[in-house]
């Protein structure tokens, strides 16, 4: 079978091309690796996505979403793609088949950069965050710790000042990696401190995050500290393994213009996947939007 279009990925800008592809009236297949939401399925409750003022899980809106999509004729499979073959028709190559198409859409997203603390993935949802626009108002006069030193660990923890009575910023380094203007700024919120070489050691808690224990990596000393809450920001991988002859980053994102083509015709990708500023539910949704209309003009140039 030849596919109009196959989106690789199923969170929400995945999902969101699918929408737009199939309503188009587009043969469209989305391959997804392990469940449809991706990262978006594992937030406990959105308060920031339009529409769902009375709150909405991620688990929920990623219901929606495929459904929105399987509704206009999306095929959803669960597979592992491989290797793209770009030729006239292009080939993608699975773990279990091979898919013939005259476009991709490439919406991979990110894996998030875990720390292997103990107690971490016990707590994900539970206390332990990785995206402080997501969480920050459930921690509204509480106190967090923020894990990290780079530039995202600082612009977080600044957002979570607003609504947090204390952020506790920890780094193994004796200094941050963040640039300049950022650390100069946030010198300017009280309610921010920053713990210098330490490692957490453990999350603790019964039914969520309860305190933490920190290990000073010089002394080696050990301390038990109260916490609320975790938030986690040491970096993001791309999910990018399987692709080549595309232009990538530095980082191995995708690079894309305004209209999500890639370095390679009639090859888009959107979401968290390309090199972008702000990773946001409602941006990955509007970039699947965009892609699947660059697919669908860019098959009928070549009709």
């Not at 929105?68 to 959803?76: I, N, P, S, T, Y």
């Not at 979401?271 to 003009?297: F, H, P, T, Y």
């Amino acid at each position: 079978m030849l596919y109009d279009v196959v989106i690789i990925g199923a969170g929400p800008s995945g999902l969101s091309a699918a929408i737009y592809a199939s309503r188009a009236k587009l043969k469209t297949l989305i391959i997804e690796k392990k469940w449809c939401g991706g990262k978006m399925a594992t937030i406990g409750l959105l308060e920031n996505y339009p529409g769902f003022y009375d709150e909405i899980s991620g688990h929920d809106l990623s219901i929606k979403f495929e459904k929105h999509a399987v509704k206009f004729g999306a095929k959803l499979v669960y597979d592992e793609v491989k290797k793209i073959d770009n030729n006239t028709i292009k080939k993608i190559i699975t773990v279990n088949s091979n898919y013939n198409t005259k476009s991709i859409i490439i919406a991979t997203g990110t894996s998030i950069r875990k720390t292997n603390i103990l107690g971490e993935e016990i707590f994900i949802g539970k206390g332990v965050s990785f995206c402080a626009t997501c969480d920050a108002p459930f921690y509204k006069d509480k106190t967090v710790l923020v894990i990290g030193g780079g530039d995202s660990a600082i612009q977080e923890s600044i957002y979570l000042s607003k609504f947090a009575k204390n952020v506790i910023i920890i780094h193994r380094r004796n200094k941050l990696r963040a640039t300049s203007i950022l650390q100069k700024r946030i010198t300017l919120y009280s309610n921010i401190f920053i713990l210098y070489n330490y490692l957490v050691k453990e999350i603790l808690g019964k039914n969520t995050v309860e305190k933490v224990i920190i290990e000073n990596i010089k002394t080696h000393k050990k301390k038990e500290m109260k916490i609320d809450g975790v938030f986690i920001f040491v970096g993001q991988i791309p999910n990018t393994s399987f692709v080549t002859n595309i232009t990538l980053s530095s980082n191995q994102y995708i690079i894309t213009d305004n209209d999500m083509n890639t370095s390679v015709s009639g090859i888009f990708a959107c979401g968290d996947v390309r090199e972008k500023l702000l990773k946001q539910i409602i941006i990955s949704a509007s970039d699947g939007a965009v892609a699947a209309i660059g697919a669908q003009n860019y098959i009928e140039l070549c009709s």
